[in-house]
């Protein structure tokens, strides 16, 4: 059932290789805890190393997963069918039984947020390496939303969802909950709201309609979390009650935009770029889907070809946090941080 859906869904490319679960079973040590990279909302994800020697990434789908059959045959069929250097390549897949798997290239520096969020590792993100994966995820979306054979939509971009490569390059990965639209359709609607708190667009998770401005509206979120080094859906500013998105806006208009500078970033002579990348930042999060840059447009913001940027409007910040009690009781329910949740709210109108 599940292969012949497959079948239909991807284009036979000679790269992919559909692998029996003993092969995988074979090359992570059975499924070793030594050999465990880490969990996420698909399940737990192992290293391995083919005969050949390739290192590998496997995400095993847990039966406790918030995603499914749906999810996985959507990051099949999708991901087989883009390639893109800042985006992750997709190996293979098994389907052996209940086993469902997806088989990636391995990138030994993990995710964005592992650096962006630890204290200490941050420290190793100057401003070069930073503007060199900022502009790399840009350039990922501008594919997927206007060079790619199909128009995707990813509705799930953030920093964990950002991994890196020995060399710190970045690649968009998890296109479970991405969508195709048509090129001649400036938005599609959904019942089933799902994305990641603190990145989704107002207008997704209040009405169910997304377009490639919602994914615009997530690269802002994430490039503020960049410059920043603080993360939006945990940050919180007492003296002001706002959160990262509304502080930003508050020094904005205050000129003291860079005082959201990450501490570790101490030289000064970035202070120029740096400021006209927090403004970029702030176009991209407007309330006004139709007010945000395109991906495009974000580009050649970055590369100086537009000289004035344009006047940002205030930003959709005013995003409810649950309460602390029900932080606790879903992360007891389910196992996981309420800053990391996905989040599906079927009865979006």
Known sequence: MIADKL??????????????????????????????????????????????????????????????????INEVTLIANVQHTNLVRLLGCCTEGEEKMLIYEYLPNKSLDSFLFDPSKKKLLDWTKRIHIIDGIAQGLLYLHTYSRLRIIHRDLKASNIL???????????FGLARIVDRNESRA????????????????????????????????????????????????HFDRSLNLLGYAWELKKEGKIIELMDPSLVDSSVIPELTRYLHVALLCVQENASARPSMLDVVSMFRNEVGTLPVAMKPAFLIRRPSLQQQSERSKEEGFSINDAS???PEAR
Request: aromatic fraction near 14%; proline fraction near 5%.
């Open 7 to 72: 079948d239909k869904g991807w284009n036979k490319d000679p790269g992919l290789h559909v692998f029996s679960f003993a092969q995988i079973s074979a090359v992570t040590n059975n499924f070793s805890p030594t050999n465990k990279l880490g969990q996420g909302g698909f399940g737990p994800v192992y290293k391995g190393n083919l005969p050949g020697g390739e290192e590998i990434a496997v995400k095993r789908l847990s039966k406790f997963s918030g995603q499914g059959i749906e999810e996985f």
């Open 164 to 174: 890196l490569d020995g060399e710190m390059n970045p690649k968009i990965s998890d």
């Open 189 to 236: 609607n959904t019942n089933r709201v799902v994305g990641t708190y603190g990145y989704m667009s107002p207008e997704y998770a209040m009405e169910g309609f997304f377009s490639v401005k919602s994914d615009v509206y997530s690269f802002g979120v994430l490039l503020l979390e960049i410059v920043t080094g603080n993360k939006n859906s945990s940050f919180y």
């Open 343 to 345: 989040i599906s709210m």
